[in-house]
């Protein structure tokens, strides 16, 4: 079972943001360190919660400050840039770091509509039709060739849902899926019959090895997106606070879709996990305020699924 690790650079409250770049560089170090397969890192433009607006520039620093593990996007999103700029860019990383690079590709556009219009959205053929064009820079099929030009590949992934699995599929491209999909057994078959032997099934999932409390930051984030619009930094644990009812749902919601607890605990939940998706990789995607509580929970995180005891705790099902 391959283990990799995706993080978002979360802001913390009093700290500025670039604490939360360098943080992601110092997480990509020790997930190396830990036998982690691929650090991948996040687009998320004029969120005050998320300091991630440019993965490649952040795939750099992060490739540049390891030496083995595969550096990714988690994703870029297609829909806000063109798609001859994104495969010149990924190139060039790929040309500095052989055999190291990924792509990961989604169609989510700005958050909000101001920032849609700052980002000067202005795809014209859909995410479809982009994704070819990218697609044909990258293997020197396009209209104009992409520098540097690459003699190897870079391994492609699609960030999906429902439509995305198909799409997925239909191309047969390794897929990155999350949250509610994962629970749609005839999606995930759908795209493994389409795929053939291309098929490549990342699951995505919140994992933290620890006090369940420490999934509250993020849950408490999600909760003040929700009501209020606005992504926030993360701030320390409080299970006390004072919450309105619609924020109390969502942040129950939030820790309902957590895979949190102890060892034993959490072995037993990422199991089931693998069982009922069948995943190929697990792509773990956590974040707390606590940084030295995230560090142990990867940590724990790699003793279950990549050592040489736990390894038959997360099997690959069948």
Not at 60 to 77: E, K, L, P, Q
Not at 108 to 118: H, I, K, L, Q, Y
Request: aromatic share 4%; hydrophobic share 40%; charged share 25%.
């Amino acid at each position: 079972m391959r283990l990799s690790l995706l993080d978002r650079s979360r802001t913390r409250a009093g700290e500025p943001d670039s604490a939360a770049l360098r943080h992601t560089v110092e997480r990509a170090r020790r997930a190396e360190e830990l036998g982690y397969h691929r650090f991948w890192v996040a687009e998320h433009h004029a969120v005050p919660g998320i300091a991630s607006g440019s993965p490649p520039v952040l795939m750099a620093a992060v490739a540049a400050a390891t030496d083995r593990i595969r550096v990714g996007s988690g994703g870029i999103m297609l829909p806000n840039h063109q798609p001859l700029v994104v495969a010149e860019q990924i190139a060039m990383l790929a040309a500095l770091h052989p055999g190291r690079i990924d792509l990961g590709i989604g169609r989510s556009p700005g958050f909000t509509e101001p920032v849609r219009r700052a980002l000067r959205v202005s795809g014209t053929g859909g995410f479809r039709a982009d994704l070819d064009e990218l697609r044909g820079y990258l293997d020197g099929t396009g209209p104009v060739t992409a520098r540097p030009r690459l003699d190897a590949g870079v391994p492609l992934f699609l960030l999906a849902t429902g439509a995305g699995l198909a799409l997925a599929g239909e191309l047969g491209l390794p897929v990155v899926v999350g949250g509610p999909v994962l629970s749609d057994r005839a999606a995930l078959d759908g795209y493994r019959e389409r795929a053939g032997d291309a098929a490549h099934l990342v699951v995505s999932a919140d994992v933290l090895v620890g006090d369940p409390d420490l999934a509250l930051p993020e849950a408490w984030a999600l909760a003040a997106a929700r009501t209020t619009g606005e992504f926030p930094p993360l701030e320390p644990a409080d299970p006390g606070r004072t919450t309105t009812r619609r924020q109390r749902e969502v942040v129950s919601d939030a820790l309902a879709r957590t895979i949190t607890g102890d060892e034993d605990t959490v072995a037993e939940q990422l199991d089931d996990l693998v069982e009922r998706t069948g995943a190929d990789e697990l792509l773990v995607s956590s974040s707390t305020y606590d940084r030295d509580a995230l560090a142990r929970s990867d940590a724990a995180v790699a003793r279950l699924v990549t050592g040489a005891e736990p390894v038959a705790r997360v099997r690959r099902a069948g």
